[in-house]
Nanobody, 129 residues
């Protein structure tokens, strides 16, 4: 089981930026596909981005393409989510997740809650208008 701890959330004005970090306890961190999800009150948890095992490929939801960038540093067991041009509709709790999956790295294989086995506790992001 991987322990995941997110940080970097907070309150920001529309148009601003935040960088989320997620530190993982697992020594074999590079064996995991990593994802970032978000959940606003009254909505389902949504996958916003995923990154492949070696950071060579990334996937982003249409709602965040061009604004958010996922990356990872396997030497630090950490995955990041750089969020630029933030909008009020980005307000949510953001979760980091790990998947010990070996399926092809395409969005449909890693965009669902059940595709991931381990989750962080979440960090709140609030964007004011």
């Amino acid at each position: 089981q991987v322990q995941l701890v997110e940080s970097g959330g907070g309150l920001v004005q529309a148009g601003g930026s935040l960088r989320l970090s997620c530190a993982a306890s697992e020594r074999t961190f590079s064996n995991y596909v990593m994802g970032w999800f978000r959940q606003a009150p009254g909505t389902e948890r949504e996958c916003v981005a995923a990154v492949s095992w070696s950071n060579t490929r990334t996937l982003h939801a249409d709602s965040v393409k061009g604004r958010f960038t996922i990356s990872r540093d396997n030497t630090k067991n950490t995955v990041y989510l750089q969020m630029n041009s933030l909008k009020p509709e980005d307000t949510a709790v953001y979760y980091c997740a790990a998947s010990l999956g070996y399926r092809s790295f395409i969005y449909s294989n890693y965009d669902g809650y059940d595709d991931y086995s381990d989750w962080g506790q979440g960090t709140q992001v609030t964007v004011s208008s």
